[in-house]
């Protein structure tokens, strides 16, 4: 069964980067579609960016795009997303999701 180990939350001030990485084992990501969620204190989980298992699609919800680069590195077996000009309402615990499993959650706060 796959297995998915988070890293790179933090806290950033308004206008950073943050860049997750979330490692697979037991399975390799290149045979999946990838996504990353977030959720807020009193919020639904959200979608923030998924990637086709090709690699040649990415969706991002208007409230990131531009902003935020979901990628794969197929050697490394590791999901990246790469946060930019973050805000404050992206704060929320982000979660890597392939197939039907999830990261164990990386808190990110964006706060002065």
């Known amino acids: 069964q796959l297995q998915l180990v988070e890293s790179g939350g933090g806290l950033v001030q308004p206008g950073g980067s943050l860049r997750l990485s979330c490692a697979a084992s037991?399975?390799?990501?290149?045979?999946?579609?990838i996504g990353w969620f977030r959720q807020a204190p009193g919020k639904e989980r959200e979608r923030v960016a998924c990637?086709?298992?090709?690699?040649?699609?990415?969706l991002y919800p208007n409230s990131v795009k531009g902003r935020f680069t979901i990628s794969r590195d197929n050697a490394k077996n590791t999901m990246y997303l790469q946060m930019n000009s973050l805000k404050p309402d992206d704060t929320a615990v982000y979660y890597c999701?392939?197939?039907?499993?999830w990261g164990q959650g990386t808190q990110v706060t964006v706060s002065s």
């Open positions: 990637l086709s298992t090709s690699g040649a699609t990415t």
């Open positions: 999701h392939v197939g039907t499993q």
């Open positions: 037991q399975g390799h990501l290149d045979n999946y579609a």
